[in-house]
């Protein structure tokens, strides 16, 4: 049971970005439920899911709709409700190749990981979350995914993030009368297995930084593609 506790959902959690924004919304009261695939990549997820109370686990791959609708039920039979939502699980394939080197295939993986997961994590998790209570579905996004700042390049990632960010917009207005806030949110360059060594900004300041801005969401920004430090990106 939740004890009036706040639920999020949070996809891919089992590493970088994701597992620091369990961590933390744990810390600061949420329940939080974890979304990871494999056990043996997940190691640090699984330990705090032992260690600390009201952290759980689901396992489970955020591209297959099967998947999505055993984690509704899983939600709805345990926690009743969902208020928050993480859609942070995304790949980021063949960012070196030149715009002739990519192949079809890796523009639909990406499309398939970057925005079939968080339309069908909206599509089955929406209904559990409660109107008028600030509910959020927080969408990672990237400035990649901005048709105006774009200067080429990493062409699978940007054209799928930029749908995510359609896809955002088009949720933000579809779930409005459901009293849900939907945002695009833009972690900055982080130091993940994606964003490589040389990255500026560690999972821990990023994620602080993100809590911040969800934590002060209104219904106006709904809708809205926005910086780690709230700060709004053209689309
Ligand atoms: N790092 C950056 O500089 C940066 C910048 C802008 C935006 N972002 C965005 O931030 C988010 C997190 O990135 P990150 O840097 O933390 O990347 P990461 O370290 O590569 O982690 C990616 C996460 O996504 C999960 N994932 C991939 N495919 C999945 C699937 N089909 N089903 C479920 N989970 C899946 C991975 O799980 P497995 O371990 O099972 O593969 C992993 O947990 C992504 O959406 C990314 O596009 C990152």
Do not use: C
């Amino acid at each position: 049971m939740h004890n009036g506790k706040k639920v999020v959902f949070v996809s891919g959690a089992n590493r970088g970005i994701g597992l620091e924004f369990a961590r933390q919304l744990s810390e600061v009261g949420y329940v939080v439920i974890g979304g990871y695939r494999d056990p043996e990549k997940s190691q640090d997820l699984l330990t705090l899911s032992e260690t600390l109370s009201d952290f759980n686990v689901f396992r489970g791959d955020a591209t297959y709709e099967e998947d999505i609708k055993r984690l509704s039920q899983y939600i709805r039979d345990h926690f009743k409700k969902l208020d928050v939502v993480i859609n942070n699980a995304g790949i980021n394939l063949k960012y070196e190749s030149t715009i002739d080197d990519v192949d079809p295939d890796d523009i639909m993986e990406n499309f398939r990981v970057n925005i079939i997961g968080p339309f069908l994590v909206g599509k089955y998790l929406r209904p559990l979350m409660s109107s008028g209570n600030g509910s959020k579905i927080i969408n990672i996004t990237s400035q990649m995914g901005s048709i105006q700042m774009s200067n080429g390049g990493s062409l699978p990632y940007r054209l799928s993030k930029a749908a995510l960010n359609m896809l955002t917009r088009n949720q933000s207005l579809a779930y409005r009368d459901f009293g849900i806030i939907t945002v695009g949110l833009h972690p900055g360059w982080v130091r993940t297995e994606m964003g490589g060594p040389k990255a500026p900004l560690d999972p821990a300041e990023t994620v602080s930084m993100m809590l911040g801005v969800i934590e002060n969401l209104t219904p106006e920004d709904s809708g809205a593609f926005l910086t780690y430090d709230g700060r709004v990106l053209p689309y």
